[in-house]
């Protein structure tokens, strides 16, 4: 299985992208998960109805399995990596950002955590012309 971290932001959509294609590939199925640790009207990368309604007509398009979780009131990264330590898991996609030195320190972040603590490949992708 495949699994995408995604953000409701042009990185997210890349992640799903390359998920979908890396699940063609490896003739598996695609897990996507948006999580938040705050709630849906605070945190602008969860995905409101509108954009989740989008997701999933373009999964449904693909012709790849698929399954859609959006966990409320957890740390994004703890939730991808928990997901990642099952045996099913194959590869983790998700969209990366270019962030100052000082971005990183004061924010800290997820996809740098992801990097570094998965125990299984991480595929960071990045929308085309960024």
Same mark, same amino acid.
């Given at each position: 299985?495949?699994?995408?971290?995604?953000?409701?932001?042009?990185?997210?959509?890349?992640?799903?992208?390359?998920?979908?294609?890396?699940?063609?590939?490896?003739?598996?199925? $695609?897990? *996507?998960i948006?999580?938040?640790?705050? =709630?849906?009207? #605070?945190?602008?990368?969860?995905? &409101? +109805?509108?954009?989740?309604?989008d997701?999933?007509?373009?999964?449904?398009?693909?012709?790849?399995?698929?399954?859609?979780?959006?966990?409320?009131?957890?740390?994004?990264?703890?939730e991808? $990596?928990? *997901?990642?330590?099952?045996?099913?898991? =194959?590869?983790? #996609?998700?969209?990366?950002?270019? &962030? +100052?030195?000082?971005?990183?320190?004061?924010?800290?972040?997820?996809?740098?955590?992801?990097?570094?603590?998965?125990?299984?490949?991480?595929?960071?992708?990045?929308?085309?012309?960024?």
């Amino acid at each position: 299985m495949i699994v995408v971290g995604y953000s409701a932001d042009p990185f997210g959509r890349a992640a799903i992208e390359h998920g979908i294609e890396e699940a063609k590939l490896r003739n598996t199925g $695609l897990l *996507v998960i948006n999580a938040t640790s705050g =709630d849906a009207y #605070v945190d602008a990368r969860f995905a &409101r +109805s509108g954009e989740i309604h989008d997701v999933e007509e373009q999964l449904r398009e693909s012709g790849v399995s698929f399954e859609l979780r959006q966990p409320v009131g957890v740390d994004a990264a703890e939730e991808l $990596l928990n *997901v990642m330590d099952s045996p099913d898991a =194959d590869l983790l #996609v998700i969209g990366i950002r270019h &962030r +100052s030195p000082v971005g990183k320190l004061l924010l800290g972040s997820v996809s740098q955590r992801l990097l570094l603590e998965c125990l299984k490949p991480v595929l960071a992708v990045k929308p085309k012309g960024s």
